[in-house]
């Protein structure tokens, strides 16, 4: 397997490149509109071609280049198939799987964060059917979770958010990567760790949120910072795609 990590450190956001160079299919994963060609270029330059691009979920701290990466591409825009978007996309549900060759990826519907937040669970075949990563979004962080409050009810989504980390992540494999859509920098998320990567294994011992009650974390978690400046825009434009749009 290929994986290429695109870390934009005066944002704290993380971009992800992955696929399979033998049979040469590839998917990006939270990309940011300013390197649609560079995605395009480094695919090109393994002999890959870009079949899947993915957000995890309705980015709102930035503009996605999901739609215009898959358009330049050829490829299917994909969002879980609750995403509130008028674009056109295709629609993955929890379970589905992927092939990008001799990569699989599962997707893992993990609300909380937003309603139609997921997390990609990604295995390389050549070396065996376990799961090498997981792609988590704004739903688990190094050493943090992803903020509740962006749907509007920050209490209801931080009791989702609690589900969705204890139900489908804390059970996979200790020795699992994690590579989340944000660290250090980003107001998506507070006490976020610099470190752009973690294990499953390190977020059980470290992260202070992981431990709590139900009722605890959801008292933890609802607290949170202020919203990204322009969020509304923001969303608007990720949600509809257009300009004018996302200008009103």
Aim: overall charge negative.
């Amino acid at each position: 397997m290929i994986f290429r990590p695109y870390h934009y450190f005066e944002t704290g956001c993380a971009a992800y490149l992955f696929g399979c160079g033998t049979l040469g299919k590839c998917a990006v994963v939270d990309p940011q509109p300013r390197d649609v060609g560079a995605y395009m270029d480094f695919a090109a330059s393994k002999r890959m071609r870009i079949t899947h691009v993915i957000d995890t979920h309705v980015h709102a701290d930035h503009r996605s280049g999901g739609p215009a990466l898959a358009e330049q591409a050829g490829a299917s825009y994909c969002l879980h198939e609750s995403a509130p978007v008028e674009l056109p996309f295709q629609r993955m549900k929890d379970g589905e799987e992927i092939e990008l060759g001799n990569a699989r990826v599962r997707v893992l519907h993990t609300p909380g964060h937003t309603p139609e937040s997921m997390c990609l669970l990604v295995s390389d075949l050549r070396r065996g059917p376990e799961p090498w990563f997981v792609l988590t979004g704004d739903t688990l962080f190094v050493g943090a979770v992803g903020r509740p409050d962006l749907p509007g009810n920050a209490r209801e989504s931080a009791g989702q958010l609690h589900d969705s980390l204890h139900a489908k992540l804390l059970p996979l494999p200790d020795d699992l990567e994690v590579y989340p859509a944000h660290f250090a920098g980003s107001v998506c998320g507070a006490g976020m760790s610099g470190k752009p990567s973690s294990t499953i294994a390190f977020e059980k011992r470290w992260n202070p949120m992981l431990s709590l009650s139900r009722e605890a974390f959801v008292e933890a978690v609802a607290e949170v910072p202020a919203k990204p400046p322009e969020m509304e825009r923001v969303m608007r434009f990720n949600r509809r795609g257009d300009e004018k749009t996302a200008g009103a």
